[in-house]
């Protein structure tokens, strides 16, 4: 690591990497019948580019870095990096916490955001409370406090098992319920971030991050993603890291649209709304939703006198007791009991 004066935010989240080369062989795809399904309901999340980044953080990305602030490199961290099993994703996980953790914190607090919390990042035998120990994860960013609550998850798996680019094909011409080997980790994260009882996560390859936000209404999910390839870097490009920080800086408190939602409600207007939500007024006040609201979805409980609850937030998951699930609603094979194939 060096320390350097003249670094901003987007320098720092936009360095050049090292080409990670996958030498494992094993292509067989994780499955379990506890995922949520997603069938046709992956769409691209077309607003998540450089472009609606910039308008948003565009000034904040520009500022200089502290003089003593401490610069991690990446052609240091990932240089001579090989994937020769799937946990050797974790490297690239540990990247990626090196250089999201003073870069997340230094957004929060320029922002004046949750103010009296802290962020945390677990990459070493990351868990979800209440959570089987067997739900895969391998990157939690928590924001610890009162209330505490998991921002975004990371999901680690080689390029061999997945890869954005075919999802994103498959999207394009209409045929994502035949790419199923594709879909897999997409459904996985999604049961993580429904165990979590948040809308963000990201799925890391030795070659892309794809970003993930999810949506459920009675029990029916849906994912929108975009794919950011590892080798993309410089200023005016999406990377990797500034995606995963992005859907971080979107889950702070401020933003409503940071846990799973119901479709029929609808967030406020912000930088994460796209153009297919229903916005509503400004004028208007966010309805809240129903205490008996379909709890299909969650992993939390909803108090509707949370700080959050605007029809979107459905408990603290680090607090709450886990939901079991109505086997007349939703994934009726879920049993957040049972380990996961």
Same mark, same amino acid.
């Given at each position: 690591?060096?320390?350097?004066?003249?670094?901003?935010?987007?320098?720092?989240?936009?360095?050049?990497?090292?080409?990670?080369?996958?030498?494992?062989?094993?292509?067989?795809?994780?499955? =379990?019948?506890?995922?949520?399904?997603?069938?046709?309901?992956?769409?691209?999340?077309?607003?998540?580019?450089?472009?609606?980044?910039?308008?948003?953080?565009?000034?904040?990305?520009?500022?200089?870095?502290?003089?003593? *602030?401490?610069?991690?490199?990446?052609?240091?961290?990932?240089?001579?990096?090989?994937?020769?099993?799937?946990?050797?994703?974790?490297?690239?996980?540990?990247? @990626?916490?090196?250089?999201?953790?003073?870069?997340?914190?230094?957004?929060?607090?320029?922002?004046?955001?949750?103010?009296?919390?802290?962020?945390?990042?677990?990459?070493?035998?990351?868990?979800?409370?209440?959570?089987? &120990?067997?739900?895969?994860?391998?990157?939690?960013?928590?924001?610890?406090?009162?209330?505490?609550?998991?921002?975004?998850?990371?999901?680690?798996?080689?390029?061999?098992?997945?890869?954005?680019?075919?999802?994103?094909? &498959?999207?394009?011409?209409?045929?994502?319920?035949?790419?199923?080997?594709?879909?897999?980790?997409?459904?996985?994260?999604?049961?993580?971030?429904?165990?979590?009882?948040?809308?963000?996560?990201?799925?890391?390859?030795?070659?892309?991050?794809?970003?993930?936000?999810?949506?459920?209404?009675?029990?029916?999910?849906? &994912?929108?993603?975009? +794919?950011?390839?590892?080798?993309?870097?410089?200023?005016?490009?999406?990377?990797?890291?500034?995606?995963?920080?992005?859907? &971080?800086?979107?889950?702070?408190?401020?933003?409503?649209?940071?846990?799973?939602?119901?479709?029929? +409600?609808?967030?406020?207007?912000?930088? =994460?709304?796209?153009?297919?939500? @229903?916005?509503?007024?400004?004028?208007?006040?966010?309805?809240?939703?129903?205490?008996?609201?379909?709890?299909?979805?969650?992993?939390?409980?909803?108090?509707?006198?949370?700080? *959050?609850?605007?029809?979107?937030?459905?408990?603290?998951?680090?607090?709450?007791?886990?939901?079991?699930?109505?086997?007349?609603?939703?994934?009726?094979?879920?049993?957040?009991?049972?380990?996961?194939?």
């Amino acid at each position: 690591m060096t320390s350097q004066t003249t670094w901003t935010l987007e320098k720092l989240l936009t360095q050049s990497k090292p080409t990670i080369v996958c030498r494992t062989t094993a292509d067989k795809p994780t499955k =379990s019948p506890k995922w949520p399904r997603l069938g046709d309901r992956i769409k691209r999340w077309e607003t998540f580019n450089i472009e609606t980044l910039k308008e948003k953080y565009g000034d904040l990305l520009k500022a200089s870095l502290p003089a003593n *602030f401490t610069i991690p490199q990446a052609s240091e961290q990932l240089s001579n990096i090989s994937i020769n099993q799937e946990d050797d994703i974790n490297t690239i996980i540990g990247w @990626n916490v090196a250089v999201l953790e003073p870069a997340l914190e230094l957004g929060r607090s320029r922002l004046g955001l949750a103010p009296g919390l802290h962020l945390e990042h677990v990459h070493e035998n990351p868990r979800i409370p209440n959570a089987h &120990a067997q739900t895969k994860v391998n990157h939690l960013i928590n924001l610890i406090g009162s209330p505490s609550r998991i921002l975004v998850v990371g999901l680690g798996t080689t390029s061999l098992k997945f890869q954005g680019g075919a999802l994103a094909k &498959a999207i394009e011409q209409s045929t994502t319920s035949g790419a199923s080997k594709h879909q897999n980790p997409v459904m996985q994260l999604a049961h993580a971030c429904r165990l979590a009882n948040t809308r963000y996560g990201y799925i890391q390859t030795n070659n892309e991050v794809v970003a993930c936000r999810f949506s459920c209404a009675e029990g029916v999910w849906a &994912a929108e993603v975009m +794919e950011i390839p590892m080798v993309l870097s410089g200023s005016g490009v999406m990377t990797t890291e500034l995606a995963v920080w992005w859907m &971080a800086m979107m889950a702070m408190p401020r933003s409503e649209d940071s846990v799973i939602l119901l479709q029929k +409600e609808a967030p406020r207007r912000d930088e =994460s709304v796209s153009a297919g939500d @229903n916005v509503p007024n400004n004028d208007q006040q966010p309805s809240v939703a129903h205490p008996e609201v379909n709890l299909s979805c969650f992993g939390g409980t909803y108090d509707p006198n949370s700080e *959050f609850a605007n029809g979107m937030y459905l408990g603290d998951p680090l607090n709450s007791q886990q939901v079991e699930f109505d086997e007349s609603q939703g994934d009726s094979s879920y049993n957040p009991h049972q380990s996961e194939q």
